[in-house]
């Protein structure tokens, strides 16, 4: 049980760094997701989350802010104290948040944070879908923070 909890995820970033693993018997599904929440690339301004799910239910989190796993039903919470009774169960989480959290902010820092692109506007004279006009402006704006630009 210990292993498969350690093990049994594959990647997928978002801004959030996720990851998700799904499978399915019998019409129930389980899934569980770990991700790291952080603002900066320094590890203490990282958690590491990974939370196990059962039809769509969490039943059970391990948080590193806590360093424990916590338990959210009957069942999560019985796995609860029984992972937090091993140490090296916790030791491997712990280890997770700086392998899998550190290494991929770093190049998530690298590849996309860092990199800035110069913000352009785009205006193009189309045909509407229907209606009385016969043509329409539609605007493109990219790269910029601005909610609303005036033209």
């Known amino acids: 049980m ?3 909890f350690l093990s049994s995820f594959q ?6 760094l996720s990851q998700t693993n799904c499978s399915s018997s ?5 899934y569980d997701l770990a ?9 203490n301004d990282v958690e590491y989350i990974r939370s196990l799910y059962y039809n769509k239910f ?7 802010s806590l360093g424990k796993c916590v338990g959210y039903t009957e069942y999560g919470v019985k796995n609860a104290e029984h992972f937090n009774k091993d140490a090296s ?14 290494n ?11 990199k800035s692109v110069e913000p352009y506007v785009r205006l193009r004279s ?19 923070r601005q909610k609303k630009s005036d033209l």
């Open 89 to 102: 169960l916790l030791a491997g989480l712990r280890a997770e948040k700086e392998t899998f959290c550190k």
């Open 126 to 144: 189309t045909a509407p879908s229907g209606g009385k006009h016969s043509a329409m402006l539609v605007c493109t704006q990219n790269g910029t």
């Open 26 to 30: 019998d019409g129930f599904r389980t």
């Open 104 to 114: 991929n902010i770093d190049i998530y820092y690298q590849a996309v944070l860092t």
């Open 2 to 4: 210990n292993s498969s």
């Open 58 to 64: 969490e039943y059970i989190r391990y948080s590193s």
């Open 11 to 16: 990647h997928q970033y978002t801004l959030l």
């Open 35 to 43: 991700y790291c929440d952080f603002n900066s690339s320094d590890l």
